[in-house]
Every structure is written in structure tokens, then in C-alpha cells.
């Protein structure tokens, strides 16, 4: 471990003498240190694209096989929705059925 801290260290003081010594290339180990910054970023863009092209190509694969049973799935959310308001339209009923008596009696005693 002491051995590579002074590896490092002595990488860094080589690099720095050679930077901002008196025929320092502080463009070339600029291009060196961006070309060394952007691998990374290129291999973990490389890693995303493949896996988006895994995802492109099986959603392309399942779409052949969700068209029936979409169509499965939407006729029993419609038979669903139909109960739904069946149910709905009968918890009601009886309270209309008692504004509309209402209703009659007063048109019939002629009250509005």
C-alpha cells in the first residue's frame, strides 16, 4: 500500500514538472486528462444504448402478442364499467322513485 501512494505521488510530481516545467505541454496533458474523463462516460453510454436496444427490441417482440389480449383485458374493464353503473343506477332508483311520486302529487294537486 506505501508503494502505490508513492507511485502516485511521484506519477503526480513527474506529470506537474512536466506540465509547468520550462517546456511544459500543458495542452497535450490537457487533451490526455479529457480523452481519460470521457472513456468512462463513453462506456457507460455504450452499456445504456445496448440496453436500450435490448428494450426497442423486446417491446417490438411483444407487440405481436398484446393485441388480443388487450382487446381480452378491455372487454372485461368495459363489462366491468356496465355493472359498475347497473349497480349504481339501482342504489338510485329508489330515490328518484320518491321525488318523482312527490313530484306527481303536486303537479296533480296542481302545487309547484
Avoid at 505541454?25 to 487533451?31: K, L
Avoid at 393485441?67 to 356496465?82: F, G, I, L, T
Amino acid at each position: 500500500m506505501i508503494v502505490t501512494v508513492l507511485l502516485i505521488i511521484a506519477i503526480a510530481v513527474i506529470t506537474s514538472m512536466a506540465t509547468f516545467g520550462p517546456n511544459g505541454r500543458s495542452p497535450v496533458w490537457a487533451a490526455i486528462s479529457t480523452i481519460w474523463l470521457v472513456i468512462p462516460v463513453m462506456i457507460f453510454g455504450l452499456i445504456f444504448l445496448i440496453i436500450l436496444a435490448g428494450l426497442i427490441y423486446l417491446l417490438a417482440r411483444t407487440l405481436d402478442v398484446i393485441p388480443p389480449y388487450s382487446s381480452q383485458a378491455q372487454y372485461y374493464v368495459d363489462r366491468a364499467s356496465s355493472e359498475a353503473k347497473r349497480f349504481s343506477d339501482m342504489a338510485a332508483k329508489p330515490v328518484f322513485f320518491i321525488g318523482d311520486i312527490v313530484a306527481r302529487i303536486q303537479a296533480f294537486f296542481g302545487r309547484n
